[in-house]
């Protein structure tokens, strides 16, 4: 069984200018210490699908349907103090920016401390020992001086360490990282990322991962989902899908993508660009959200929405024209 | 030799801190500290470095947004950075400038139609209200926006539409230098690319320099001629774009690109990870200013600077070691 089966997953807002379908329809499972990366540009859905999974949209406006099982248990049927038990227990989450996500008023020993007192029952000297250790197995030097220091103090690395310690501190099953490494220049989103294989190696836990950062894609997930406009278009291992993706957005976001090493290849000067935006959600798409900027695209694709079709071994893409098998891999 | 369009020597920009009772200015910071290049005409240059390296303020001072603490601006063999503000004029016409946030650069109660009118009638490029309206809808078709847009305000345009509109309006001075301050950082893959498409073309067509200031070094190679490598305020390596990304020499260059994910799964990487942070600004390290971090460091760095030496080929390094230890660059072995 997995640990997590997101089943017909539709998330919706409710605006002034109508319903924003948010999330529209998407199903997916992570097994128990795998990583699923889900990969789209602003607007796919991607981290209100990580918010929904926590439950942490406000509704109203919002309102969350389908089912959410984790451990075979709905978290959608579940009552907030029995999700509060849940959440930074079972399944815990990282979010983009560590400076808004940290409490600036209290030190970071306290924060830690507050999730194990929690969750665990630890007393006060207990939880700020285990924070203490919490913060060397994040590689944070000096862990029983930072333990007193305040988020402030800390630099935009540290700070996404603690978060990661914060995050683990209870021995997640799951864990929700929404952008981790987004807002850090590269040479610390290098640690960071090498932070967490290591620390998935040591933890076992099973990681959601959301960006649109391709790169950090192929570093640390073993299988790849790609949103589009609120729904799901394409999934598959991670290098089947960097080998051969089927569908035109996958191929188009992938084409698009600067690469290091152009200069020494001497490849192409021009990128290749998807044509067009984004479509509002805020009007009901009939047909394929993609239609609008599809090179394939017919009035079959404007009309019907492809279904979610095997296209190849645990590869599977919502297209109308995608070829089944690699037509030369 | 014909006069490079853009010479900056020693650019030194030093901000206070201020603290303490009554704001006294207790500290600096070195924001920039002596940084010196040049650009053609026609060339782009890239500056590459990560949060607070000062590149974002080389180019701010290039614009003179700000008077610099020393060194000098030379723009077409005219010193621009001690100009008075009428002289400031021509010169601003000549550099334009195009910002990261497309959201925050663009007023919101304009029209795009007054927003890229406004510098057409500032530096009096126009001479009739007739001229100025067939600049406008040009422009439009210069940066493939339709022009039956140029009633809307910002706000009706999605990042990738307002950035073309920035655009526009950079080139409505009819610039010889466009600053681009991370121009294509906000966007989306699929939006980046034609915004990175439209730029090399319009340098193409308008023979315009551009200053490519950025972090993200894949579309820094896409695009460049040449890149300088900046780290505390200091340019450590400054060389022609192949030079840089397949044979890069300075430690923290390598370190750099090495750090970047390669959208290739299980692909053959050594990332050089460095540790720890950048140093703080208002307190850089004695000597090499990279020494806290270099994996090669040894005694000279810790006391004595190194300086930009020119190692032939255009390729410049800041760096005592006389050859560089090799460590496979990004994509595993060079092929």
């Known amino acids: 069984m997995a640990l997590l089966d997101v089943q017909n997953l539709q998330t919706h807002f409710r605006t002034p200018e109508?319903?924003?379908?948010?999330?529209?329809?998407?199903?997916?499972?992570?097994?128990?210490?795998?990583?699923?990366?889900?990969?789209?540009?602003?607007?796919?859905?991607?981290?209100?699908?990580?918010?929904?999974?926590?439950?942490?949209?406000?509704?109203?406006?919002?309102?969350?349907?389908?089912?959410?099982?984790?451990q075979g248990k709905d978290l959608l049927q579940l009552s907030e103090p029995e999700m509060r038990a849940i959440r930074g227990n079972d399944i815990s989450m990282i979010f983009q920016e560590p400076m808004t996500s940290l409490n600036p008023v209290l030190t970071v020993g306290r924060q830690i401390?507050?999730?194990?007192?929690?969750?665990?029952?630890?007393?006060?000297?207990?939880?700020?020992?285990?924070a203490v250790e919490m913060l060397t197995l994040v590689g944070i030097p000096e862990p029983a001086r930072r333990v007193r220091e305040y988020p402030h103090q800390l630099s935009g690395g540290m700070r996404q360490r603690v978060m990661i310690?914060?995050?683990?501190?209870?021995?997640?099953?799951?864990?929700?990282?929404?952008?981790?490494?987004?807002?850090?220049?590269?040479?610390?989103?290098?640690?960071?990322?090498?932070?967490?294989?290591?620390?998935?190696?040591?933890?076992?836990?099973?990681?959601?991962?959301?960006?649109?950062?391709?790169?950090?894609?192929?570093?640390i997930a073993e299988r790849v989902m790609v949103m589009y406009a609120g729904r799901k278009v394409e999934e598959a291992p991670v290098a089947e899908l960097f080998r051969s993706p089927r569908h035109p957005y996958t191929q188009g976001l992938l084409g698009a993508l600067p690469r290091l090493g152009s200069s020494l290849t001497g490849a192409a000067r021009r990128l290749a660009e998807i044509p067009g935006q984004v479509p509002s959600l805020k009007q009901r798409i009939e047909g394929?959200?993609?239609?609008?900027?599809?090179?394939?695209?017919?009035?079959?694709?404007?009309?019907?929405?492809?279904?979610?079709?095997?296209?190849?071994?645990?590869?599977?893409?919502?297209?109308?024209?995608?070829?089944?098998?690699?037509?030369?891999? | 030799m014909s006069v490079p369009l853009l010479q900056v020597n020693d650019l030194k920009k030093h901000f206070p801190v201020r603290g303490g009772l009554f704001s006294r200015k207790s500290n600096w910071v070195y924001a920039v500290d002596g940084v010196s290049f040049e650009v053609q005409r026609g060339e782009t240059l890239s500056l590459v470095g990560e949060s607070g390296c000062g590149k974002s303020t080389v180019g701010?001072?290039?614009?003179?947004?700000?008077?610099?603490?020393?060194?000098?601006?030379?723009l077409d063999g005219q010193r621009i950075d001690d100009l008075s503000p009428g002289g400031l004029r021509s010169m601003r016409r000549r550099v334009q400038v195009v910002f990261q946030d497309p959201f925050s650069s663009l007023n919101p109660r304009?029209?795009?139609?007054?927003?890229?009118?406004?510098?057409?009638?500032?530096?009096?490029?126009?001479k009739s209200s007739a001229e100025l309206q067939a600049r406008v809808a040009a422009l439009m078709d210069t940066v493939r926006l339709p022009r039956d847009a140029l009633n809307r305000r910002p706000h009706e345009f999605s990042g990738g539409q307002r950035?073309?509109?920035?655009?526009?309006?950079?080139?409505?001075?009819?610039?010889?230098?466009?600053?681009?301050?991370?121009?294509?950082?906000?966007?989306?893959?699929?939006?980046?690319?034609?915004?990175?498409?439209?730029?090399?073309?319009?340098?193409?067509?308008?023979?315009?320099?551009?200053?490519?200031?950025?972090?993200?070094?894949?579309?820094?190679?896409?695009?460049?001629?040449?890149?300088?490598v900046m780290y505390l305020g200091k340019i450590v390596e400054m060389a022609p774009r192949q030079q840089i990304f397949t044979a890069p020499k300075h430690p923290y260059t390598k370190a750099l690109l090495s750090a970047v994910p390669v959208p290739e799964p299980g692909a053959d990487r050594n990332a050089i990870i460095l540790k720890g942070d950048v140093p703080s600004p208002i307190n850089p390290p004695s000597g090499c200013r990279f020494h806290t971090r270099c994996p090669f460091v040894f005694d000279r760095c810790r006391t004595e600077e190194p300086e930009l030496r020119s190692t032939g080929g255009g390729e410049w390094v800041a760096c005592h070691l006389k050859a560089v230890p090799e460590v496979p660059g990004p994509l595993g072995d060079p092929r």
């Open chain 2, 110 to 126: 304009m029209r795009v139609r007054d927003i890229l009118a406004e510098p057409i009638r500032n530096f009096g490029l126009a």
């Open chain 1, 18 to 70: 109508g319903v924003n379908r948010a999330v529209d329809g998407v199903s997916f499972h992570v097994d128990e210490g795998e990583t699923l990366a889900i990969v789209g540009e602003s607007g796919c859905g991607k981290s209100v699908t990580s918010m929904s999974l926590m439950r942490l949209i406000p509704e109203p406006p919002g309102k969350i349907a389908g089912s959410i099982r984790f």
């Open chain 1, 165 to 219: 310690a914060m995050a683990l501190a209870c021995n997640p099953k799951l864990l929700i990282a929404d952008e981790p490494t987004t807002a850090l220049d590269v040479t610390i989103q290098a640690q960071i990322l090498q932070l967490m294989l290591d620390l998935k190696r040591r933890v076992g836990a099973a990681i959601v991962l959301i960006t649109h950062d391709l790169g950090v894609v192929a570093e």
């Open chain 2, 60 to 74: 701010r001072a290039i614009l003179r947004l700000f008077d610099i603490t020393a060194g000098q601006v030379v």
């Open chain 1, 288 to 329: 394929c959200v993609f239609a609008g900027r599809c090179p394939l695209a017919t009035d079959l694709c404007r009309e019907f929405a492809p279904g979610l079709e095997e296209k190849g071994p645990r590869h599977i893409a919502a297209c109308h024209y995608a070829p089944k098998e690699a037509a030369a891999a």
């Open chain 2, 163 to 228: 950035q073309r509109i920035g655009i526009a309006r950079a080139l409505a001075a009819e610039p010889e230098l466009i600053v681009c301050d991370e121009a294509v950082s906000a966007l989306d893959v699929s939006v980046k690319a034609q915004i990175v498409n439209l730029l090399q073309d319009l340098q193409q067509e308008f023979g315009l320099a551009l200053l490519f200031i950025s972090h993200d070094l894949a579309v820094v190679e896409h695009m460049t001629h040449r890149v300088a």
């Open chain 1, 113 to 130: 401390g507050e999730t194990l007192r929690m969750h665990q029952g630890l007393d006060k000297q207990a939880a700020l020992a285990r």
